[in-house]
Nanobody, 115 residues
Framework: QVQLVESGGGLVQPGGSLRLSCAAS????????ISWYRQAPGKQRELVAI???????NYADTVKGRFTISRDNAQNTVYLQMNILEPEDTAIYYC?????????WGQGTQVTVSS
């Protein structure tokens, strides 16, 4: 059974930092491309960052220079380091693992940026 479990969300003040984790089980983690998506209330889910199986990375323009995605294949875990957080970053953050037709999602973790 494939599981993706996100953690690390919470309430943070503007300008603060959080590190999200996505722990995977039930897949050969190292061959999957892993992405972070987010969905704010009333908005569509959007891609935040992706790290390929070869550790190439790409980011949404809105988070470039503030967020960093990384992976630890030995721990079957992907991280999203989020710095200089803004209220507009408030959303549920989801982890996604994709390989050809295989497409798995976690349950999401809430990030709220507010003073």
């Amino acid at each position: 059974q494939v599981q993706l479990v996100e953690s690390g969300g919470g309430l943070v003040q503007p300008g603060g930092s959080l590190r999200l984790s996505c722990a995977a089980s039930g897949i050969i983690f190292s061959i999957y491309d892993i992405s972070w998506y987010r969905q704010a209330p009333g908005k569509q889910r959007e891609l935040v960052a992706i790290i390929t199986k070869g550790s190439g990375t790409n980011y949404a323009d809105t988070v470039k220079g503030r967020f960093t995605i990384s992976r630890d294949n030995a721990q079957n875990t992907v991280y999203l380091q989020m710095n200089i957080l803004e209220p507009e970053d408030t959303a549920i953050y989801y982890c996604n693992a994709k390989l050809l037709r295989a497409d798995y999602w976690g349950q999401g973790t809430q990030v709220t940026v507010s003073s």
